[in-house]
């Protein structure tokens, strides 16, 4: 049953998304690095910085933040091992029919249209930047989940940026016309894309 009486603010769910993600080594540049990389032969302008601040703007979104979480949670029990058979061995060997990790962070990614969900089919198949890095990691660190959700959120923040270009197309501009830090943080109301 639904506990209306307990209530985490969004605050506490954004730091605790950034602060999971930190403790995974991967940060708003990694990510940032791969929507540039996805996005930049097609967008006039754009730089590293309009990407972070894309990135920076997905991550309030509570369907990521709460994919990332989940995700990450699941990741971190597996490299104790923690998890009960046969789900550990599933997870901590990324078991190659085992489908919630994308299935995850592919739910995030709808929020986001259909360009984020092919971009992240993309990403899924192709493991740029750090994405690849996540996915080879060897040794005790499991990432079955990390990896896609790093794809999401990059899958998002380029799909962002894929609309603000046809904005600024129909303006007769360019990502150089505007400042990063129009692609920020969101205001205090999670409410926009």
């Given at each position: 049953?639904h ?7 969004s605050?506490?769910v ?62 971190e ?13 599933i997870?901590?060997?990324?078991e ?15 929020t ?56 600024l ?14 692609l ?10």
């Open positions: 049953m506990n209306k009486r307990i209530r985490v603010h605050d506490e954004t730091k605790a998304t950034h602060d999971a993600l930190e403790r995974r080594h991967v940060t708003i540049e990694d990510i940032a690095e791969i929507v540039y990389t996805m996005q930049s032969p097609y967008n006039e302008g754009l730089t590293i910085e309009h990407c972070i601040q894309s990135v920076e703007r997905v991550l309030t979104k509570r369907e990521v933040q709460h994919a990332v979480l989940v995700g990450i949670e699941l990741d029990l597996a490299e104790k091992r923690l998890l009960s058979a046969p789900l550990q061995a997870i901590e060997s990324d190659g029919l085992f489908g919630v990790d994308e299935t995850l962070a592919l739910g995030s990614v709808f986001y249209g259909s360009i984020a969900v092919t971009t992240f089919g993309h990403l899924d198949k192709q493991k740029i930047g750090i994405i690849e890095k996540l996915d080879t990691k060897a040794g005790e660190s499991v990432n079955t989940f990390l990896d896609d959700l790093v794809g999401s959120i990059a899958a998002c923040a380029a799909s962002r940026l894929a609309h603000r270009m046809r904005d197309e129909e303006e007769g501009g360019t990502f150089a016309d505007i400042p990063p830090v129009e920020g943080p969101a205001p205090k109301l999670n409410t926009e894309i």
